[in-house]
């Protein structure tokens, strides 16, 4: 088994960003780390600044099994293309017949966009559909196959 991971987002408001991906990727808010009945208690336990405490957010995988995603609130805008990007296997990967793929790939960019995405531009392969290129709210590009 490979090392435990998680993926750390920089943004402008980590708890509209969350709600994003918790719907992009139907994780949940991560639960406050064990022996404390909230995230304000561990922030106060670990001696973080209280005007501090709304500019993170977390999220996880509810069958505990994907890495956590966390979004980390900083000053400064997104200013050029991700070199890392999620790739959302809404219609089930490649793996998946294309005509069983592609309606669910066009069903979750239509959630997506409803959710404040933007479609950047759809990619073809062997003459037909294959995957679309979105960015999230805050502009990070991610493709769903």
Known sequence: MGIKWSL?????RSARLAAFWALALEYVPRPAPAGFGSWEEWFAHHGVPE???????YLSDPAGEGPGLSFQQVPEAKAVKNRLHLDVQAGGGRDTPWE???????????????????????????????????????GNEFCVL
């Open 51 to 57: 005007d501090e405490w709304d500019q993170g957010a």
């Open 100 to 138: 069983e793929r592609w309606p669910r790939v066009v069903g979750a960019v239509e959630r997506l966009t409803a959710a404040g995405a933007t479609v950047v531009r759809e990619e073809a392969l062997d003459g037909r559909p294959d995957h679309v290129v979105m960015a999230d709210p805050e």
């Open 8 to 12: 750390t987002i920089d943004c402008a």
